[in-house]
């Protein structure tokens, strides 16, 4: 049950919406790389050693979504880099042409 409410509502009580095929929270911003080195987990208690393993879950889901984001942004710049590139070469054919003839009258 906590879980499912866990999945409903972050900590910031914002309910969760759909963005880019990952759910997150409206106020939530993509992590950073600090945060991930600086998180911290809390251990679980009464009986059981280890840390939260629905909390872990949690943070994993983020970092893979954030880096799904990421390499789908860069696949999209690397695209953009690539029509870039071919519109220049063109560009220059067409001067290199255009000065040779000049040159030539």
């Given at each position: 049950m906590r879980a499912l409410l866990r999945w409903l509502?972050?900590?910031d009580?914002?309910?969760l919406r759909r963005l880019e095929s990952a759910y997150r929270s409206a106020k939530r911003r993509p992590l950073m790389p600090s945060q991930v080195r600086l998180r911290r987990f809390t251990?679980?208690?009464f009986g059981r050693r280890g840390i939260d393993p629905d909390e872990v879950t949690e943070?994993?889901?983020q970092v893979a979504a954030d880096?799904?984001?990421a390499y789908a942004e860069l696949a999209g710049v690397r695209e953009q880099n690539a029509r870039i590139k071919?519109?220049?070469r063109r560009w220059q054919s067409h001067q290199v042409?255009?000065?040779y003839e000049l040159?030539?009258?």
């Open positions: 509502f972050r900590r009580g914002h309910p251990p679980v208690g943070f994993l889901d880096l799904a984001r071919d519109a220049l042409s255009t000065a040159a030539r009258r």
